[in-house]
Structures are given as C-alpha cells and as structure tokens.
C-alpha cells in the first residue's frame, strides 16, 4: 500500500492549508456545512448503535460506537467537507510555514466554525429531534447521558481533553493525507478517531450536535453548551495547531520554510 513519509506529508499539510485559505465563499460555506453534518451522522451512528446494548458489556459497548464514529471524518477527507479541528492542523502548519497569514487562519477558523455549526444543528435538530432518533427511549437517555458527562468536566478538565482529542483528530488527516489509497485514507483516520471517542475525549464540532440534540429534547441550556464550547475550542486548536501543526514545522522547518506556493 503506497504512503508517503513524514517529511512528505508535512508538505502536503501545508499546501492543504494554503489551499483551503484560498476557498471561494461559495465553497467554503457549503463544505463547511457538509463538514458539521457528516461529524455529527457519526456521531448519530454512535449513538444508534451503542444506546441499546447491554450494561454488562461495559467499555466494549463503548468501543463499538467508537467504531462507527468515524463515518464523519472519513466522508470529510474523501467525499469532501471542511472541518475546524482538520483545519486547526493544516492552517497552523501553513501559518507556522509562512504559507498564510494569521488574519487568513482567523478568518477561516471562524467561517468554518460557524458553518459547521449550522450543519450540526441540522443534523441534531431535523434527524435528532423531528425524525426522533435522539429524542426518545434508550437513544435519548444515551444523548442525555453522554452530553451530561461532557457538560460536567468544567473548564480545565473540558480543555485538557479537548487537546487529547485534536492531537489525535490532527494526527488521523495527518495519516490521510500519507496515503495514496482510499483504502489506505480509511484506515489511517479510522484507527485515531476510534481511539478519541473510546476515550472520551471532547471535540468541539461532534459537541455542536451532541449537546444541542440533549438541548431539543428539554436537557440543558444554551448557556451550559456556550460553557462547554469556550474551553473545548481552545484546547481543540492547542492540539491540533500545537501537538500536530508546530511539532512537526519544528522537525520539519527548513524544509517547509522552502516550498514554493503558487495559490493566488
């Protein structure tokens, strides 16, 4: 199976970034729904698939939803969509390059943090909620459940995880962008994105359905979602443009400091 190497892929991060910078509104916005979207039919899957099954089962029955998670990540990197914590990597490393400019990172991570969002919205809200596949019996008591114990970590313990699950979320593009195969694009971001939701780490995008499908339901507030999504951002972009992006520019700078960017 082809792939390329390190030094290799950190090149192709970087013209990614510069890429996706360069987006045209009338792309950006639609990719950055679809990005939302396709996050949270994996998690929606998830929950489908783990609500039900027996409490005796314990942590297996959380890794088989953590199995199926990855549905959203997988049809973001092949059959297109633009995420923020995939961006928090490949902007960071264009930005540490020199490739892009810090106003562009701004303007793109809040772009495509708003459009995912609305695709979020529409999945926990139209499917969630009005087609009642969170709103009711075993799969409302597992949205509640889960947003519940999210909501309860406070800001330290939300951000500290928050890194954790963009190290591995950066990582898992990282692994995409090394294979030269769909099969191989597959594999490479199954194996990280499992490993986030198994642990239960916090991602800020999957949090935009998670919590406002619980918040349909009659669970929460808008107020408890803000509280949660200010520390997980943070620590989304610390470990995405932090662990993954800087990491690697530093292994990698004078290489990455030569590339040569066409993209007007």
Excluded at 216 to 243: E, K, Q, R, T
């Amino acid at each position: 199976m082809a792939f390329y190497n390190s030094k290799q892929i950190a090149k192709l991060s970087v013209e990614a970034g510069v890429s996706k910078v360069h987006l045209p509104m009338s792309s950006l916005l639609p990719l950055g729904f679809l990005g939302g979207a396709f996050i949270s039919l994996g998690f929606l899957l998830d929950i489908r698939v783990s609500a039900n099954l027996p409490a005796d089962w314990g942590t297996f029955g959380a890794f088989l939803g953590a199995s199926v998670f990855p549905l959203g990540l997988i049809l973001i990197l092949i059959a297109g969509g633009e995420l923020l914590t995939g961006n928090m990597m490949t902007i960071s490393l264009a930005c540490f390059s020199r490739k892009v400019t810090f106003g562009q990172l701004v303007k793109n991570w809040v772009l495509i943090t708003l459009s995912n969002f609305v695709g979020a919205l529409f999945v926990a809200y139209c499917f969630g909620h009005l087609a009642g596949l969170t709103d009711s019996g075993p799969f409302l008591a597992k949205t509640v459940a889960i947003a519940k114990a999210k909501l309860d970590e406070g800001f330290v313990a939300s951000f500290f995880s928050a890194i954790g699950c963009n190290w591995l979320v950066g990582l898992a593009v990282w692994l995409a962008y090394g294979a030269q195969s769909v099969g191989g694009k597959i594999l490479g971001i199954w194996f990280p994105i499992m490993g986030f939701v198994a642990i239960g780490f916090q991602h800020v995008v999957a949090n935009m359905f998670l919590i406002p499908a619980a918040i349909f339901s009659g669970y929460f507030g808008w107020g408890d979602y803000i509280m949660n999504f200010i520390p997980v951002f943070l620590g989304n972009a610390v470990g995405g443009s932090i662990f993954v992006a800087m990491m690697y520019w530093i292994a990698y700078k004078n290489e990455l400091d030569t590339i040569k960017i066409t993209e007007k």
